[in-house]
């Protein structure tokens, strides 16, 4: 793997020439109106490089209608498009422009995967899974795929604003984000129009999966800024607190005496 | 068809909800079913609860709705043509490798909320590819569903009363890293209502309160959503009987246009103390903000209103056995709800035990207690604290 094949999310459009330095030319930039947790969003115009859409809503039918609109006025320098509403995939089949499914916490095994990818060109597979359940679906499922492999991973998304009804429930001044955590168990909480979205505070290195046979490795850039996403890259991570998921520890399924409960 | 649609964690729950009107149930297998916490339902159990269903004409409909690991799917074949075979009415699926099979094997389809659909073109990719029912995000307001029933016309089921998920659903995974159990595979462990901590600030919950539609059913009936169901697969046989009960007198009076404001009213109190936390609309109407969370620990209160449920009824003595599932004693005033009856109140006057001795109270539970000079009660139905008459909160 090669910096060139890490898609990257943008979070300052000034950061792009110093990630051009670092190799990285492919970038995803969250579409303002239709991502969550995620601070930095733009509109279309504002996009001048070459890079991909990234939409992480659920959308309602207003939200569909609207990004119908948007993808109307597409311009020759978006190549591609990464979403997690399934309704999407019905806005951009015609589109000649690569379809990327990031459905967050699904696909999770080959099967679904070759499912999806008969409707999109690639998919991003979980961050729930375990590293000897992504080499069996790279290897099952032969065709390109990629992997979330840097950032901070989205955990959970609710529709409500839940730092807003916070505040106002203790008269207290506005904040966002914040840090929360509960013996031991940490996540960053950002809200916007759209909902709140809750991010395990230990930052995914997924070094590791640079390894495997991927078209693309997805670097999550948000809330770091380009010296940390430098230093990520040279492996340079002692000063942040990382973790490696799921990838060594898998999830229960069913707890001990679960199938005579 | 509105459907009523009841949650039964077991065999007991399905012929509760079934009795007490539900017109479908749904339940989980052993196996890919998200309530790995629930008894759940064997092959063999799912055999008797289809056909005690379909003796009724009532449908039962099986969630295999985890999101699968690759080793996860060993079985999936085999299980589905075992449910294909036995006859459930359909299957509720999430994740589209379950929706294809499924299809494969000629099964009805329901796509689960888990898939977190908001939107129309969402829905018709789903119904491209087979699925002729969608449950929809909680998150749906009344535009969202009338949008999406005039485009797909698609059959829709949209929960009416129980415990929400704060997150959408399908989209949280805090129990993975919290407690290293897979919210996607039945291991939820309820994060959404766990206290966090914050700096030098007050403590951070973002728990949701409860679902209840009562209030907004005749307008959802009338944007065309063909069922409406219950949450609650691991809630009493209690809770279930009075919910669904309460559930089906509301429907049927809205449809045969019986319905008064002084039913509606008692309907809702009688939900409001069943119910372990606070009920409201949610998403609907309206965006839900502060009135529709809780900001403190936990707020769950038992409710010890359940006495006991008729085991039998020997008409010609007018005697009832019961079992019993609180304390109750000689003197107190009870009320009788049953499925085919009229509820009614009873004074306790005597109470004999299996001996048919006479005993003053029945104070443990499940013990077995027999009480006279009852007129019209029948198997199934249930005693429980008489907590207000109906003219009394109107």
Redesign the interface.
């Known amino acids: 793997m090669k910096n060139k094949d890490i898609i990257i999310t943008i979070n300052n459009l000034s950061d792009i020439s110093k990630l051009k330095e670092l190799g990285i030319n492919r970038f995803a930039f969250p579409l303002k109106g239709f991502c969550v947790g995620i601070p930095n969003t733009f509109l279309l115009e504002e996009i001048k490089e070459n890079g991909y859409l990234y939409i992480n809503r659920i959308l309602d039918n207003e939200g569909i209608d609207n990004l119908r609109n948007v993808l109307d006025n597409l311009l020759n320098n978006i190549i591609g498009i990464i979403f997690d509403d399934l309704g999407i995939i019905n806005l951009v089949k015609d589109k000649n422009i690569e379809k990327i499914l990031y459905l967050s916490h699904f696909n999770t095994n080959s099967k679904s995967i070759k499912y999806y990818l008969e409707y999109v060109d690639n998919v991003i597979i979980s961050t729930d899974i375990t590293l000897d359940e992504i080499k069996y679906i790279i290897d099952n499922v032969n065709k390109p795929l990629c992997l979330f492999t840097y950032g901070y991973v989205g955990v959970m998304y609710s529709r409500r604003l839940l730092i807003d009804n916070y505040c106002k429930f203790y008269n207290k001044e506005y904040e966002n984000p914040i840090k929360i955590h509960n013996d031991g168990n940490g996540f960053i909480v950002y809200e916007n129009e759209y909902g709140t979205y809750f991010y395990h505070d230990k930052l995914f290195v997924g070094n590791v999966l640079l390894e495997l046979p991927c078209k693309y490795y997805f670097f999550n850039s948000v809330f770091l800024n380009i010296e940390d996403i430098k230093n990520i890259l040279e492996g340079n991570t002692k000063y942040l607190d990382i973790s490696t998921g799921f990838l060594y520890k898998p999830t229960i399924y069913k707890l001990k005496g679960d199938e005579n409960a | 068809m509105h459907e009523l649609l009841a949650p039964a964690g077991d065999l007991e729950r399905l012929k509760i909800a079934l009795l007490y009107g539900a017109d479908a149930v749904y339940v989980g297998g052993?196996d890919f079913s998200l309530r790995?916490?629930?008894?759940?339902f064997s092959l063999e159990e799912l055999d008797i609860a289809t056909k005690f269903a379909h003796e009724l004409k009532k449908k039962v409909y099986v969630t295999v709705n985890?999101?699968?690991?690759?080793?996860?799917?060993n079985n999936l074949d085999e299980y589905l043509n075992k449910l294909k075979e036995i006859g459930v009415d359909a299957v509720i699926v999430?994740?589209?490798?379950g929706v294809?099979k499924a299809l494969s094997h000629n099964l009805e389809v329901i796509l689960s909320t888990q898939?977190?659909?908001?939107?129309?073109?969402?829905?018709?990719?789903?119904q491209n590819m087979g699925v002729n029912r969608v449950v929809l995000?909680r998150?749906?307001?009344r535009?969202?569903i009338k949008?999406?029933k005039d485009i797909t016309n698609i059959s829709l089921e949209c929960f009416i009363h129980g415990a929400m998920c704060?997150?959408?659903s399908?989209?949280?995974?805090?129990s993975?890293?919290?407690t290293?159990?897979?919210s996607?595979?039945?291991?939820c462990a309820q994060i959404?209502r766990?206290?966090?901590?914050?700096?030098n600030?007050?403590d951070?919950?973002?728990m949701?309160k409860d679902l209840n539609m009562v209030d907004y059913l005749e307008e959802m009936i009338n944007l065309g959503i063909n069922s409406f169901k219950v949450e609650g697969r691991m809630r009493s046989i209690y809770y279930i009987a009075t919910v669904i009960m309460c559930y089906r007198k509301l429907i049927d009076g809205i449809i045969n246009k019986t319905l008064t404001e002084k039913d509606k009213i008692y309907y809702a109190h009688i939900l409001d103390r069943v119910a372990n936390r606070d009920t409201c609309p949610q998403?609907f109407h309206k965006f839900?903000?502060?009135q529709?969370?809780y900001?403190s620990d936990r707020v769950e209160v038992s409710n010890q209103d359940f006495l006991g449920i008729v085991l039998e009824y020997d008409a010609y003595n007018k005697l009832a056995t019961i079992e019993q599932r609180n304390y109750f004693k000689v003197g107190d005033v009870v009320e009788f709800i049953g499925p085919n009856m009229e509820t009614f109140t009873y004074k306790v006057t005597k109470i004999y035990n299996e001996l048919n001795e006479e005993i003053k109270v029945a104070r443990h539970p499940k013990m077995i207690v027999k009480l006279p000079n009852l007129d019209g009660v029948e198997k199934y139905a249930m005693m429980r604290i008489k907590v207000f008459d109906k003219e009394s909160v109107l």
Request: include cysteine.
């Open positions: 052993r790995a916490n629930a008894k759940n985890i999101v699968f690991h690759d080793d996860n799917l999430s994740d589209i490798v294809k898939a977190s659909t908001l939107n129309y073109e969402a829905i018709k990719f789903w995000g998150e749906a307001t535009e969202d949008k999406i704060t997150s959408i399908g989209k949280c995974v805090l993975n890293y919290c290293n159990r897979d996607n595979r039945g291991g959404c766990w206290v966090f901590k914050k700096d600030s007050p951070f919950t973002f949701s998403f839900p903000g502060v529709e969370s900001f």
